[in-house]
């Protein structure tokens, strides 16, 4: 977990998160927008609707990761193909997306391992 001192926002110059520090007098970083008891800030007003597509990759995804999680085959090949009929992008962002859950999930494996 990332140190308190340390907050991500919203970034108006890019696209992408940017990391702040914390002024020292412990004033919030962003002035216009209400922060929660917890830290967390509202949604920027500016944040860009889902498309059909994000929603399509979601629901992809989420396929996926139920069909690992009950010890499926998670057929990555036929969910690839679905995307594949929202462009030639669509796939490419599928995979992307993929390769971060596998990546996590074998960092989080990999961690339950050694406190073992």
């Known amino acids: 977990m990332a140190s308190p001192a340390l907050r991500v926002r919203w970034s108006p ?3 992408g998160l940017a990391v702040r520090r914390r002024p020292r007098d412990g004033a919030p970083m962003i002035a216009n927008h209400h922060i929660h008891h917890d830290g967390d800030y509202d949604d920027p007003p500016e944040r860009e609707r889902l498309t059909e597509l994000d929603w399509l990759l979601a629901g992809l995804v989420g396929e996926y990761v139920d069909r690992r999680e009950c010890g499926e085959a998670p057929r990555a090949h036929d969910l ?3 995307a594949a009929e929202f462009g030639d992008d ?3 962002k599928l995979r992307t997306v993929l390769a ?6 074998a960092d989080e ?3 339950a391992g050694a406190d073992e």
């Open 100 to 105: 971060l859950y596998e990546a996590l999930t």
């Open 109 to 111: 494996t990999a961690a």
């Open 90 to 92: 669509a796939p490419r």
């Open 13 to 15: 110059d890019g696209p």
């Open 80 to 82: 690839l193909a679905r």
